[in-house]
Each structure stands twice: as C-alpha cells, then as structure tokens.
C-alpha cells in the first residue's frame, strides 16, 4: 500500500470538530488550573498538622507494624481530583463527598498510603500515593492491582493504572466498577497492588466505602425483541448517585445463541452526555430450562435528571437488530 | 502568527496561542486516536489528556522544531493509558480471533489497523499516516531502528492477512 492510500482511506474519518475543540478547552483548562499557586498557609499551621499527621501515623503503626489504618469522616477539601480524568471524583469533590483515607502498607522498600475514596452508584474510586524508587517503563510509572481477591464473578479484577510524579513521590488513582448486582450501603473492597513502578510485592488494603445516598427507578413492560422474537430485551431499572447513573438491562436469548453476548448497549439522549468514560459489564447469568439471561449494568459518568434516553442492545451482538427503548429519569 | 511564533509563546505559558497550535493539528490528532482506540469517545478522552499533559509539561519542549513530534509521543501515551483504563479490556489474543460471523464481512483500514498490537499499530501509522522516515519514528518512540524496522514489517504481515480478501475502494490492495 503507498503512503497516500493510507492517508487517504484515514482521512476519512469524520472529525467531531465542535467535540474536539471542547476537549483540548478542558485539557488546557485543567492544566493551567493546577498550574495556579495557591495560596500559603501560615508555617505554624502547617508544622502543627505535620506533627499530628505524624503522631497519628506512629500510634497506629504501634498498633500493627505493617498495616496503619484510620479512617477519617471528613471529607476532602481541594483539588485533589483535578490530577486524575475522573469527572465522577471531581463532581464528588464539589460536593464534599470524598472520604478522606489513611492506609499504609510497605512492602520491598516501597510505600503505599491510601489517600481517598468514593463511593457513588456502581463506582468506587481510590487515590494512593506511593513513596519508594520506581522505574518506568515506556516513560510511565506503572501499578498493576487486584480487586476483589481475583474473584471469577467480577468483571474484571485486574488493571494497570499510571502514577504521576509529584514533589515528594507518586500520586495514583483506581476507579472500580462494582461487579455485583446488589449495592451495599458500606462496603470493604479488598484492593492488593502486585507491582508498581517494575518492583514486585505485595501491597493489601480492605479498602472502607460508604455509599452516597441513591434513587433506584424500577421499570415494568420496558421489553423489546428482535423480529424472530427469540431475544428479548428489557430495562430493568435506573440508579442514580450523586454524579453517575447506572441503566440496568438483561438480554434472554435460547441457550446458546448469544452465550458470546458481551455489551455493549447503544444510548442516545434528549440531552447531551458525557464523552467517554462509560463502562458496561455483567452483573448476573440466569439460566432457566433452554433460556439464558444476562444482566448487565450500564454506567454513564454523570447524574442524569429530567431526561429521555432511548438505549438498545448492539446488532452485533444480538444478530438481529431488537427494538429500542424509551425510558425517563425523572 | 506562524507557527513557531505561537510554539514560542505556548512554552512560555500562553494557553491561548497553545489551543491556537493544537487547533491547527487537531485534525491529525484525532485521527490519530482514533486509529489507536477505535471509537469517538475513547479518541476525544485521548485529546483532552493530550491537551492536559501536553500544557503541564509545555516548558519541557526544547527544540520548537519537534513540535509536532513532542505531542505525537504524548498522545501515543495517552491512547496507551485510554485503552488499558478501558474496563472491558480486550486481549490481545481476543482482538486477533473474531468471530466466525465476522469474517466474512468487509473489514475496512482503520478497523483492521486498530487490531495490530500497540508497537506495530504506531510505527505504521507514524510510517504510513504522518510519512516519518524510520529514523524519525525511532525518535519519536525513542526505540531503535531496527526494532521499528521489524515493528513496521509484523504489522504490515499482519495487515495483510486482516485485510486479505477484502476489499476497500472497490480493488484489492497489497501492502
């Protein structure tokens, strides 16, 4: 193939210009943000709060040389989201609704301290930072973690995520799906970093998270099918936190038709909704004599309100295009 | 203002005469990622981690002539970490095999590109889409020659047998 062919056949693909552009304002935007010095506090203030960072640091490692744990009801005042592309952190952190955390573990020289966590609808976020020598590999400090001790009925148990180098070390982020059907109010997500930085070893927290409040709208007769009416599908109901939404659907198909069925559902929208950032994953197989049904969970990073969506199951996944549905969150 | 003006003005901290800049690449950019996640969104998230990365580290740049270089690498690593934040992560085993139902249909360039594993799939778009020489890909990927060479020649094998009987532009093309 020439050079021009390719560009060419590349040249066709359609530009979102007014989407583009919007993207590198709130790229710039962010950048020169926390470019932006903020303003000194008095030096006494600061030496009192190390000090007590310090003796709450070496009380709780008296209590367990390995692990310190504390957890903190208040709430994380400042930009600490605004280093990670987590628009569900940043909402959250308007709104106070960051815990902050206090873990640390250290294990082959290098230390861990949970920072943060949220809890909002089907999503879970935690930001770490790391002291100790790390390499990079590819230009970037890497972490590679399990969730929910590798447990074969979660989605995905197992992500890298990118460190950013700060003034006196690293600063990670880890945004979790939920991977079961039922939300609890509290929760601890079991969370063992394997790698970080080319150093293997062994970092555990049980990570403690409590729910935002939630609205759940249940929906009856939302099904559709496909024109042999062999798969059906229905929207089960939509939950709502505080800056996201989840759409739950299942798809019921004769057994071994779709056994491959995979997502990810299709969502336009009388107004507009977030780029990027969706996430659509199992949460439950039901089998019933020669019926399968597959609930998935859609997550849309943002609070949804007052808004018609019309979602259906892709084509390629369900063979045979299966009728849309209209729903309303109020 | 040329380019070199605003380049200039950028690494001093002018966001302006930096959106200015990426406006006028924006199109290669988005291309770019597209090619490189395959879908609109994860491409847009790609531009706006370029764009944030890019102007927190703008002072780094010291030759303004690899402008446009610079941010290709940064935007390479930012599709890297779009696709491994993806929750529904897709094997590189999984990407390769597709479903029987598949096969048959027409497969176009930038799906098939989409499918080559992540060194392969740069070196050939910096070779075919930004036409960079083998030496300039190894600056920008900050690899050897030879590795891109042999990047380069597995992802034009493999691009073959993805497109292999099938067609775009109504004839059959070999690489």
């Given at each position: 193939?020439?050079?021009?062919?390719?560009?060419?056949?590349?040249?066709?693909?359609?530009?979102?210009?007014?989407?583009?552009?919007?993207?590198?304002?709130?790229?710039?935007?962010?950048?020169?943000?926390?470019?932006?010095?903020?303003?000194?506090?008095?030096?006494?203030?600061?030496?009192?709060?190390?000090?007590?960072?310090?003796?709450?640091?070496?009380?709780?490692?008296?209590?367990?040389?390995?692990?310190?744990?504390?957890?903190?009801?208040?709430?994380?005042?400042?930009?600490?989201?605004?280093?990670?592309?987590?628009?569900?952190?940043?909402?959250?952190?308007?709104?106070?609704?960051?815990?902050?955390?206090?873990?640390?573990?250290?294990?082959?020289?290098?230390?861990?301290?949970?920072?943060?966590?949220?809890?909002?609808?089907?999503?879970?976020?935690?930001?770490?930072?790391?002291?100790?020598?790390?390499?990079?590999?590819?230009?970037?400090?890497?972490?590679?973690?399990?969730?929910?001790?590798?447990?074969?009925?979660?989605?995905?148990?197992?992500?890298?995520?990118?460190?950013?180098?700060?003034?006196?070390?690293?600063?990670?982020?880890?945004?979790?799906?939920?991977?079961?059907?039922?939300?609890?109010?509290?929760?601890?997500?079991?969370?063992?970093?394997?790698?970080?930085?080319?150093?293997?070893?062994?970092?555990?927290?049980?990570?403690?998270?409590?729910?935002?409040?939630?609205?759940?709208?249940?929906?009856?007769?939302?099904?559709?099918?496909?024109?042999?009416?062999?798969?059906?599908?229905?929207?089960?109901?939509?939950?709502?936190?505080?800056?996201?939404?989840?759409?739950?659907?299942?798809?019921?198909?004769?057994?071994?038709?779709?056994?491959?069925?995979?997502?990810?559902?299709?969502?336009?929208?009388?107004?507009?909704?977030?780029?990027?950032?969706?996430?659509?994953?199992?949460?439950?197989?039901?089998?019933?004599?020669?019926?399968?049904?597959?609930?998935?969970?859609?997550?849309?990073?943002?609070?949804?309100?007052?808004?018609?969506?019309?979602?259906?199951?892709?084509?390629?996944?369900?063979?045979?295009?299966?009728?849309?549905?209209?729903?309303?969150i109020p | 203002m040329d380019e070199l003006s605003l380049i200039r003005k950028a690494i001093q901290g002018d966001s302006e005469a930096f959106e200015q800049l990426l406006i006028v690449h924006s199109d290669r950019l988005y291309r770019t990622a597209y090619l490189y996640v395959g879908n609109r969104d994860?491409?847009?998230?790609?531009?706006?981690?370029?764009?944030?990365?890019?102007?927190?580290?703008?002072?780094?740049?010291?030759?303004?002539?690899?402008?446009?270089?610079?941010?290709?690498?940064?935007?390479?690593?930012?599709?890297?970490?779009?696709?491994?934040?993806?929750?529904?992560?897709?094997?590189?085993?999984?990407?390769?095999?597709?479903?029987?139902?598949?096969?048959?249909?027409?497969?176009?360039?930038?799906?098939?590109?989409?499918?080559?594993?992540?060194?392969?799939?740069?070196?050939?778009?910096?070779?075919?889409?930004?036409?960079?020489?083998?030496?300039?890909?190894?600056?920008?990927?900050?690899?050897?020659?030879?590795?891109?060479?042999?990047?380069?020649?597995?992802?034009?094998?493999?691009?073959?047998?993805?497109?292999?009987?099938?067609?775009?532009?109504?004839?059959?093309?070999?690489?």
């Open positions: 193939m020439d050079k021009n062919t390719f560009s060419n056949k590349v040249n066709e693909v359609d530009v979102p210009k007014e989407e583009v552009l919007r993207s590198i304002k709130i790229g710039i935007n962010r950048a020169t943000e926390e470019k932006r010095p903020k303003k000194k506090k008095p030096i006494l203030k600061t030496w009192i709060m190390t000090a007590a960072a310090a003796g709450i640091l070496m009380c709780s490692s008296f209590i367990d040389p390995t692990i310190s744990r504390v957890l903190a009801d208040a709430p994380i005042i400042g930009g600490l989201y605004v280093n990670f592309n987590d628009m569900v952190g940043r909402s959250l952190e308007k709104q106070n609704l960051v815990k902050e955390l206090n873990q640390t573990y250290t294990s082959n020289g290098v230390d861990v301290a949970l920072t943060s966590a949220y809890y909002d609808g089907y999503l879970i976020g935690i930001t770490f930072d790391v002291k100790g020598i790390l390499q990079e590999e590819d230009g970037y400090y890497y972490a590679l973690y399990e969730l929910f001790n590798g447990d074969p009925l979660a989605d995905e148990t197992k992500e890298l995520t990118t460190l950013t180098k700060t003034k006196d070390g690293y600063t990670g982020h880890i945004r979790i799906v939920y991977p079961y059907k039922d939300l609890p109010k509290n929760d601890t997500i079991p969370v063992s970093f394997e790698e970080i930085g080319m150093n293997k070893g062994n970092w555990q927290f049980d990570v403690p998270v409590q729910q935002n409040p939630i609205e759940e709208y249940l929906f009856e007769n939302k099904e559709s099918t496909n024109p042999e009416g062999d798969v059906v599908f229905k929207v089960e109901s939509v939950i709502t936190g505080k800056a996201s939404t989840a759409i739950i659907y299942s798809v019921t198909y004769p057994k071994g038709k779709l056994d491959s069925f995979n997502g990810m559902l299709n969502v336009d929208s009388n107004t507009k909704l977030p780029m990027g950032g969706r996430s659509d994953g199992k949460i439950d197989q039901i089998t019933n004599g020669d019926k399968t049904t597959i609930v998935r969970k859609l997550v849309i990073p943002d609070l949804l309100k007052n808004t018609t969506l019309t979602v259906w199951p892709s084509d390629v996944e369900t063979h045979s295009p299966v009728e849309p549905i209209k729903i309303d | 994860d491409a847009l998230d790609v531009i706006q981690e370029t764009a944030y990365k890019a102007f927190s580290s703008i002072k780094q740049l010291r030759n303004e002539e690899f402008f446009l270089t610079w941010i290709t690498r940064i935007l390479i690593h930012c599709a890297y970490d779009v696709q491994r934040k993806r929750n529904n992560v897709v094997t590189l085993s999984e990407q390769l095999t597709f479903p029987r139902e598949r096969m048959d249909e027409k497969m176009d360039l930038t799906e098939a590109v989409g499918k080559l594993p992540e060194k392969q799939r740069m070196s050939i778009i910096l070779f075919y889409y930004y036409d960079m020489s083998l030496k300039e890909i190894a600056q920008t990927l900050k690899t050897p020659e030879n590795t891109i060479k042999t990047h380069l020649s597995r992802g034009k094998k493999l691009l073959r047998k993805l497109l292999g009987g099938s067609y775009f532009d109504g004839q059959k093309h070999i690489l």
